[in-house]
């Protein structure tokens, strides 16, 4: 779905809200699919946002204000965060986001990679760790190994002790067995489900057929856990019942507690973001519009316009 009120955007810049900080974006990690999250097009009751509607969900900015209320964060703060579902995004000069949805970047960490930590890290971590229950020496394969869930999600479960197998395109071969993958296959030349077998936990990045064939090689007992598409688009609970494995739908929720982790696993070298393309805040609509949609190698972000 995609509409032409989808658009960045801009706030006066008043005081904030008592309960809310306003920051100024430093770097804004963009997913090309928040065109289709229904939370983009319609309010919590199911009626339809107003136009226009301001994207990008995750951010590393600086604190302008806080409101009274606030009393964690004070202006020149730098900070990243997730922003709600329903509430407006981060691709503007300014941006209001609950003090609970942010921790704090420290100083030697550069904003651009760390703004990729509040979506594409929480759903990696999340995915492998709260929902794949991800446990050292095990096999777990992870789909588009070079994406932006993708390639984190490599990095964690390598750091965590598991085995890494991943799929991803013939440019991305390299890539992935540098960011720790242990089996990294050419889905352009092979069938994954000739060469994995026995697997513990599938994460699943794509949907469709490559969800459909990876039920054949996950052990018994073992998890399937996939971030694509929507809820409707969630594992049969019946057939994973029969194949005696676990497998679910989710979508990632804030933990400050978990984003202070990635925060730690960057600044000790551990976790490497990746940012295949920078978009200025004039040019970030060809992104979302589609015009400039291609598959990446990590995440795009956009960088604000300054003062």
Not at 28 to 42: C, D, N, Q, R
Not at 110 to 132: C, E, I, K, N, Y
Request: hydrophobic share 40%; charged share 25%; aromatic share 6%.
């Amino acid at each position: 779905m995609t509409s032409p009120t989808a658009t960045t955007g801009e706030v006066d810049n008043p005081n904030p809200c008592p309960d809310r900080l306003l920051v100024r974006p430093l770097a804004v990690g963009i997913t090309a699919m928040e065109t289709h999250w229904l939370p983009t097009w319609k309010k919590a009751d199911g009626s339809a946002r107003s136009a226009p509607v301001i994207l990008g969900h995750e951010f590393a900015g600086e604190v302008l204000r806080a409101g009274e209320n606030v009393a964690d964060y004070k202006p020149g703060d730098r900070v990243i965060g997730h922003i709600r579902p329903y509430d407006d995004g981060a691709c503007a000069a300014l941006v209001s986001v609950h003090p609970q949805d942010v921790v704090s970047l420290p100083a030697p960490l550069d904003p651009r990679l760390a703004s990729v930590l509040p979506l594409a890290g929480l759903t990696a971590w999340q995915a492998l760790f709260d929902h794949g229950r991800l446990e050292k020496g095990q096999k777990v394969l992870i789909h588009g190994g070079a994406g932006g869930v993708g390639h984190l999600a490599v990095q964690l479960a390598k750091w965590h002790g598991a085995e890494v197998i991943t799929t991803c395109g013939p440019n991305d071969l390299e890539f992935c067995r540098a960011i720790g993958a242990d089996l990294v296959i050419d889905y352009t030349q092979d069938r994954f489900e000739d060469l994995a077998n026995e697997v513990d936990l599938v994460l699943d990045t794509i949907g469709g057929d490559t969800q459909e064939r990876s039920w054949k090689v996950i052990r018994r007992g073992g998890t399937l856990v996939t971030i694509a598409g929507e809820k409707e688009d969630a594992p049969s609970q019946e057939r994973a019942e029969r194949q005696g494995i676990r497998a679910l739908f989710f979508i990632v929720t804030m933990d400050r507690n978990q984003l202070q982790k990635l925060i730690a696993l960057q600044a000790d070298g551990h976790l490497h973001p990746v940012v295949d393309r920078l978009y200025a805040f004039d040019e970030v609509l060809s992104f979302f519009e589609g015009s400039d949609f291609r598959s990446g190698r990590g995440k795009a972000i956009m960088l604000p316009l300054r003062p």
